[in-house]
């Protein structure tokens, strides 16, 4: 089955500066990756997608990049925020299986003020 | 669009009770929907996988009869934990899938987190 491995567990950044955080997949045939920003006690939210036939997407101060041939993809969220600080979920999903998601380990953002 | 909710968000209570959690899309039809289980800073942890009018299916290791899901329509799954013991105690997250796409993304509901004493 698919494995994602996520790096790093924990991030601290100062305010204004940029955040990046990688994941890394086993399955080629994964074709969708999703990354979900996850605060305290709540559930995850999309914050951003990627799908295999795309090697870049931006949304605002979000963006997120697939190397499809090294499988692995990135997220980068620059002039970072204190609202920024959460957990964060990547996650790779294949045709079969009903589109199981197999996620990563999460990383824990901290923006500093 | 695309909003799932979570009924209730949290819940306590005692050993060898059963306990439901509802699991609503509340703007879209969803197919699929997802039941998590979540420990204290760790990932998500898929239960088990239901479609509309079909019986779930659960990864292994996880106790079908434990955890009876039931996805009677395109906007209601519900997870029923029997005989709930205090390693039960869990936050427990739903996600719907809608569409016929292969890659249609999931949306997280807000979370249950269930407490047995």
């Known amino acids: 089955g698919e494995n994602v491995e996520q790096h790093p567990s924990t991030l601290s950044v100062q305010e204004g500066d940029s955040a990046v955080i990688k994941c890394t997949y086993s399955d080629s045939a994964s074709n969708y990756f999703p990354w979900y920003k996850q605060e305290l006690g709540k559930g995850p939210q999309l914050i951003i997608d990627i799908r295999s036939n795309v090697g870049e997407k931006k949304d605002q101060r979000i963006a997120v990049t697939l190397n499809k041939t090294a499988k692995h993809f990135s997220l980068h969220i620059t002039e970072t925020q204190p609202e920024d600080s959460a957990v964060y979920f990547c996650a790779a999903s294949g045709r079969y299986n009903f589109n199981k998601f197999y996620f990563g380990s999460g990383t824990k953002l901290n923006v500093k003020p | 669009g695309a909003v799932v909710s979570q009924h209730p968000s949290w819940v306590i209570c005692k050993s060898g009770t059963s306990v439901k959690i509802e699991c609503r899309s509340l703007d879209f039809q969803a197919t699929t929907m997802f039941w998590y289980r979540q420990f204290p800073k760790q990932s998500l942890m898929l239960m088990a996988t239901s479609n509309e009018g079909s019986k779930a299916t659960y990864e292994q290791g996880v106790e079908k009869d434990k955890f009876l899901i039931n996805h009677a329509s395109l906007t209601l799954s519900t997870l029923t934990v029997t005989s709930a013991h205090p390693e039960d105690s869990s936050f427990y997250i739903c996600?719907?899938?809608?569409?016929?796409?292969?890659?249609?993304?999931?949306?997280f509901g807000p979370g249950t987190r269930l407490t047995v004493l």
């Open positions: 996600s719907a899938r809608g569409g016929i796409s292969g890659t249609d993304t999931q949306y």
